[in-house]
T-cell receptor, first 114, second 112 residues
Framework: EDQVTQSPEALRLQEGESSSLNCSYT??????LFWYRQDPGKGPEFLFT???AGEEKEKERLKATLTKKESFLHITAPKPEDSATYLC???????????????FGKGTHLIIQP | KAGVTQTPRYLIKTRGQQVTLSCSPI?????VSWYQQTPGQGLQFLFE???????NKGNFPGRFSGRQFSNSRSEMNVSTLELGDSALYLC???????????FGPGTRLLVL
């Protein structure tokens, strides 16, 4: 069974204080690892897709990295508008070429204080 | 390009009733997936449709069903509602089943 564990559950930072969010996963045949941001009352907003160990992607103050067992979302010099819940999800691939639904972690609730 | 749209945005039902939720994917996307989000369980996969066929199904009872139309729009139905069905129901679309999924704003269902 695919599993995703995110840590910490909650994180409070001062504006400008860099940190990292962790996503540990077990999946048979990783097709992709996805990071989303979710604001209260809204649907998840896509951030990154990572496909293989060693891959890195960046967008503004965010950088996502992937190893064979975990992924990190690094946030550099965060601003209050970066406050949100960050969700990690994995998708298993089938040998025939299909893919499963996303398996999500419980998320990291990030608060950036001015 | 317009994003994923879901209707209605909010619903209040009573136990035993049934409900139908609608999802319009991003133009050109042929895969639609449905998820249930609750505070206790987080986001859980319900099912996925591609070209009007259910391709995958999560671990939910048969009261949860769905369908997809030829224009890729999708509906999900929950029959005999239970209090525990109160949740945010999210629809996501992708070009194909192995591509990045983009989520709609969700339908908030409250079962009384």
């Amino acid at each position: 069974e695919d599993q995703v564990t995110q840590s910490p559950e909650a994180l409070r930072l001062q504006e400008g204080e860099s940190s990292s969010l962790n996503c540990s996963y077990t999946v048979s045949g990783l097709r992709g690892l996805f990071w989303y941001r979710q604001d209260p009352g809204k649907g998840p907003e896509f951030l990154f897709t990572l496909y293989s160990a060693g891959e890195e992607k960046e967008k503004e103050r965010l950088k996502a990295t992937l190893t064979k067992k975990e992924s990190f979302l690094h946030i550099t010099a965060p601003k209050p508008e970066d406050s949100a819940t960050y969700l990690c999800a994995v998708q298993a691939g089938y040998s025939g070429g299909g893919a499963d639904g996303l398996t999500f972690g419980k998320g990291t609730h990030l608060i950036i204080q001015p | 390009k317009a994003g994923v749209t879901q209707t209605p945005r909010y619903l209040i039902k009573t136990r035993g009733q049934q409900v139908t939720l609608s999802c319009s994917p991003i133009s050109g996307h042929r895969s639609v997936s449905w998820y249930q989000q609750t505070p206790g369980q987080g986001l859980q996969f319900l099912f996925e449709y591609f070209s009007e066929t259910q391709r995958n199904k999560g671990n939910f009872p048969g009261r949860f069903s769905g369908r997809q139309f030829s224009n890729s729009r999708s509906e999900m139905n929950v029959s005999t509602l239970e209090l525990g069905d109160s949740a945010l129901y999210l629809c996501a679309s992708s070009y194909r089943d192995r591509e990045t999924q983009y989520f709609g704003p969700g339908t908030r269902l409250l079962v009384l």
